[in-house]
């Protein structure tokens, strides 16, 4: 017996009706494999002023340790890594003993993977929508591309289900105003938003946004920002008073799980 594709899909689709299996709206999910231990994961380093929180680990390679400053970092007695007051979790830099270089070096190989993977999603659900001013937008699970930068002023809400994804394909910076906040409604998880960012991207002020951002450049989170995900970015990040929280971490088989 044999089967056309539209035949299979047809078929898959009876079967998953018959057996009460939800799908999830919005593309597949990117995965972030090794990428997705890390909070915050950079090429170029880390700096910090203020009093900054983040909750996860958080990496630099291939720039060494000197490249995080404003940590307070102390080394473990492995020196596989070291932690610091404004960490919770442990702080990687390519000059660690073995084996962090080697976790390092996958690591930013996986979060530059992931980024081409996003950013190369075609057929986007939505083009150029509201020409990058999304300001009090609900984005419903999809595909997003704009050709150029992505601004909102004071809120924007992802609603969806716990399963449903999305993926921002933004050709430019993303600038966040200061006070701003990303919310999530109906279930949306966090470790299924996805913000591909050719950069940079500028948290203003007291903003707070939710999501992993995959950054070709670099993030800047002005004074009190806050990001509750994971920021992998391929130049530096810069932070000032700022707050990271990743809840989870990920099991590097399945991936990114940040919420
Ligand atoms: C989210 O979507 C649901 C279902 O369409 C709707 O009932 C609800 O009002 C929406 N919530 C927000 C905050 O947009």
Redesign the pocket.
Known sequence: MSFTRNHQTALLLATAMVLGVTMADGPSRVNLLKAGKFALLTKTGVTTTGITKVKGDMGTSPIARAALTGFSLVADSTNEFSGSPLVTGNVYASNDAVPTPQLLTDAVLDMQAAYTDAAGRPDPDHLNFGAGSIEGE?LLPGLYKWDAGVSFTDGV?F?GSSTDIWILQIGAGLNVGSGAKVKL??GAKVKNIFWQIVGPAVLGTGSHVQGVFLCKTNMVFQTGSSLKGAVLAQTAVTLDSARITKRSFCDITVGCETS
């Open positions: 609900t809400t609603n409604a109906g």
